[in-house]
């Protein structure tokens, strides 16, 4: 991985997000690429090449929105001084598209993102590897209805949602009438309920491979981090699984990117999934990078793999580059030492949590140094990321990696942390 600024030659990269966190992964390897941004971040005490509209204008009304971010003067002032640049999203958009229609976008059609995530369509694409599931009108039809054919306990789902909030556990006939009431227009799918182990695994497709990363588990629904049942609140790299249990997921996968690719698609993408002890069932689909592939990034790096974030961008500009796909693909044999917790906002309104809770710490959750990435870790440390910025309801607040077990107790102190002195107007956890 040496030789990447001559890969990338004239190119320059312009990662386009609310939230620096969100594009790290390459700023280590490559002086080609940069983070654009709207927060304001510890994050960017680190980093070289960076804009950040709070950060230059502190008094500003902060919005969410990567399109509206790129109309602003100052924004467009600061690309003007950057040569031949290309655009990176986390979710492309329709709006996106149109305002940089002369430009690079490193991204697979808007058209074909919202294809792959929406829930209800992925029922019918991969009927085969799905959980039983019966499309609904949740005017129409009756918990009798669903449960004579998926049982008395089942989960629904509307076509799109963010880290679990319209996801539904229903275990009775009171909880799925609730629903009603409160969405009596939705049309949704309700999906037998499997009970099992929650997976992620990244992928990326390219002009000439499938290639599949590593498997993480899914740590989910803990009612302090999230309001949601289904919320994903952290991941973990070692998985405890067996060769042949992997092989089922790269089955899976495979046949998922070949779908996929058939279809036009290309650049990252990431599949959820349920492991009950013998079936592998799909539960979504992320026609995009996974939340995790800013860690994950630095994880094949520090295995010396070449990154699928810089796969993806050096496919999207046509650069030829040697690539090892057996070595690649074999990654899901390996169960890495890394883990993450995130906490959410579970208020219904925004929070704003104690800023000055980043870096790294010992167990007893003393400073021990400053950091901001997994490098920064040693066996028993914690990093701790917080943001600065205001959070909207179910939006991650903090985040703690570390490479050893992160135990209730620490996280425990570290919600406690959180909420000290938060000062006049903040609501916290």
Not at 308 to 335: A, G, P, V
Not at 381 to 391: A, C, H, R
Request: include cysteine; charged fraction near 25%.
């Amino acid at each position: 991985m040496n030789n990447i600024d001559n890969l990338l030659g004239n190119n320059n990269i312009i990662y386009v997000t609310n939230d620096p966190e969100r594009s790290l992964g390459l700023e280590k390897i490559t002086k080609h690429f940069y983070t654009l941004c709207i927060d304001d971040s510890y994050i960017l005490n680190f980093l070289n090449n960076f804009y950040s509209l709070k950060k230059n204008f502190p008094n500003i009304d902060i919005f969410r929105n990567s399109n509206k971010l790129l109309q602003e003067e100052s924004v467009k002032q600061y690309l003007s001084s950057i040569k031949n640049p290309s655009f990176m999203f986390f979710k492309i958009a329709p709006n996106i598209e149109i305002e940089l229609k002369n430009k690079k976008i490193l991204n697979t059609h808007s058209d074909l993102n919202r294809k792959y995530e929406n829930k209800i369509m992925i029922s019918n694409i991969f009927k085969d590897i799905v959980p039983p599931t019966k499309i609904i009108n949740l005017k129409i039809d009756t918990y009798n209805s669903i449960s004579n054919f998926l049982g008395k306990e089942f989960v629904i789902q509307f076509s799109r949602g963010q880290s679990g909030n319209t996801t539904f556990f229903i275990d009775n006939k009171d909880q799925f009438e609730k629903l009603q009431e409160k969405y009596p227009l939705r049309i949704a799918k309700a999906v037998k309920k499997i009970s099992g182990e929650y997976f992620t695994i990244n992928g990326v497709i390219t002009e000439n491979d499938i290639l599949i990363g590593n498997l993480s588990k899914q740590i989910t629904g803990i009612k302090e981090l999230t309001a949601f049942k289904g919320g994903t609140v952290g991941n973990e790299w070692i998985t405890g699984l067996t060769i042949k249990q992997k092989d089922m997921f790269i089955d899976k996968m495979q046949y998922i990117g070949k779908k996929m690719k058939n279809d036009g698609y290309r650049g990252m993408f990431g599949a959820d999934f349920v492991f009950d002890s013998q079936n592998i069932f799909l539960i979504e689909v992320n026609a995009r990078e996974n939340a995790s592939i800013p860690t994950y990034t630095k994880i094949q790096i520090n295995e010396n793999i070449l990154p699928f974030k810089l796969i993806h961008i050096l496919d999207f500009l046509k650069i030829s580059y040697k690539i090892d796909s057996t070595k690649i693909n074999n990654q899901i044999y390996e169960d890495y030492n890394y883990r993450q917790i995130i906490i959410r906002n579970i208020q219904s309104h925004p929070v704003k949590a104690n800023t000055f809770l980043n870096g790294v710490y010992s167990s007893n959750l003393d400073k021990i140094r400053e950091g901001y990435d997994i490098d920064s870790l040693k066996n028993n440390d914690y990093l701790i990321l917080t943001s600065y910025s205001n959070v909207n309801p179910n939006i991650e607040i903090s985040k703690i990696q570390s490479k050893s077990s992160i135990d209730n107790n620490f996280i425990n102190q570290t919600l406690i942390k959180l909420l000290q002195n938060p000062g006049e107007d903040n609501i916290i956890l």
